[in-house]
């Protein structure tokens, strides 16, 4: 069986750095901090009381009042993101074939700020006895975007989500990307939205003591590969990238930013929140991936790296480069975007992913900010070009992104510039 070329025909984005992928991505290049004190909640008993989070968002310019209550923030940003995209598209949604379009949405958690609020609700309230909202399971699941999709559109192809913590939207892509090779579908939406700056989402990661706690400074808190990082800045956020068919957006002509090469997946099958020390997980998880799309590591030019700010991922991640790139990892433009949008958990990948076509498309990188000085104690090799604090113009032939999660959940996608 001959299996299908997939292109990228839409985008989509609600991020930290912007409401949508024009200015998310016009601020990337600038190097903007997408970081700031906490205002969704009072976070000032809290070790970590600054975020990257979503400004400005207002869910009934999509939908009507009474519906947008009925929809968690994260499946609220799905919807939007998807809105961009499929209008990105310019497909006629009358004149295609909807059984061939599918939705693979992802969210590592899901509703947590409903569940935070129906718990708080119910101890509030307990003397009158338990009383639930009958949507906050409807709310709550992590597949229940892509079902909202599905619906508001009339898609009808595959549909679900998928879950695998900061790994899942890069997961979801991939499964996305393989349905449409196979001939499951002509199109698919894809991609991962999570709205995690809650009471309990930056209590929990600050009981790991994950997070960063730099409450003076947060602008410049997310700093991956600088000696003085202490931990990941929590984000919020999604995005949509739309997959076509090759054949089916080359019949009605439609604009193309960038090719899906390949993707790789592996486990660490090591530690429930730490990456293998060795990298091995990511060294495996990258040579799959140019192994899925028949590539050479010399192919690659640039990697956005998982690259979270924390001690021992930017230090595993940076060897399991050396060891599958050897001497090419030298020649390799390296950035970690995170450092402006920070980490977006379950969303993480799409945004990532898209960073990587709309630098392929543009040939330049988006820069790793914040950088302050490198530790020569540490087995990180400060001669690999990290892309500190300045974008960078280059010809990119092809993009990789890592994205790895907790329960040691590894994904990466190749993007490509597209030609027939």
Not at 54 to 80: C, G, P, S, T
Not at 333 to 353: D, F, Q
Request: aromatic content about 8%; hydrophobic content about 40%; overall charge negative.
């Amino acid at each position: 069986m001959e299996l299908k070329r997939v292109v990228v025909t839409g985008l989509g984005a609600i991020t930290p750095l912007g409401n949508d992928v024009k200015s998310t991505w016009e601020s990337m290049i600038k190097g903007v901090s997408g970081a700031g004190p906490i205002t969704l909640f009072d976070a000032s008993k809290f070790k970590t009381q600054f975020a990257c989070e979503v400004k400005h968002f207002d869910f009934e310019k999509y939908v009507e009042r009474k519906e947008a209550r009925k929809v968690d923030r994260y499946a609220q940003f799905a919807i939007a993101a998807t809105q961009e995209a499929v209008e990105d598209t310019g497909l006629d949604l009358e004149k295609e074939d909807k059984d061939k379009i599918g939705v693979v949405f992802s969210s590592g958690i899901g509703g947590i700020g409903t569940f935070d609020q129906e718990v708080e609700n119910y101890f509030r309230n307990e003397d009158r006895g338990p009383r639930f909202n009958p949507f906050f399971i409807p709310k709550m699941i992590s597949d229940i975007a892509a079902g909202r999709i599905s619906m508001i559109y009339g898609f009808r192809g595959p549909n679900f989500g998928t879950v695998s913590a900061c790994a899942s939207s890069t997961n979801g892509l991939i499964d996305a990307y393989n349905l449409i090779r196979l001939g499951k579908a002509n199109v698919m939406i894809t991609g991962g939205s999570e709205a995690a700056i809650t009471v309990s989402g930056i209590g929990g990661f600050n009981a790991m003591t994950a997070l960063s706690t730099r409450n003076d400074t947060p602008q410049t808190a997310s700093r991956p590969f600088s000696k003085s990082r202490d931990g990941f800045v929590m984000g919020e956020g999604g995005a949509c990238i739309v997959l076509e068919e090759m054949e089916h957006a080359l019949a009605r002509g439609a604009k193309i930013y960038a090719e899906v090469a390949g993707g790789g997946m592996s486990a660490d099958a090591y530690h429930l929140t730490a990456s293998h020390p060795e990298g091995l997980g990511a060294i495996l998880v990258m040579r799959n991936a140019l192994e899925d799309a028949e590539m050479q590591p010399e192919e690659i030019d640039y990697i956005n790296v998982h690259g979270t700010s924390t001690p021992v991922g930017d230090r595993s991640e940076c060897k399991a480069i050396k060891d599958v790139f050897e001497d090419h990892a030298y020649q390799l433009n390296i950035s970690a975007t995170k450092s402006m949008t920070g980490h977006m958990l379950g969303a993480a990948g799409a945004v990532e992913a898209m960073a990587c076509i709309l630098a392929v498309q543009n040939d330049i990188v988006p820069p790793t900010i914040n950088f302050t000085a490198g530790d020569e104690d540490e087995e990180i090799d400060y001669r690999l070009n990290f892309t500190f604090n300045k974008a960078q113009k280059r010809p990119l032939r092809a993009a990789l992104s890592n994205t790895f999660g907790f329960g040691g959940h590894n994904a990466c996608v190749i993007v490509k510039k597209f030609e027939k």
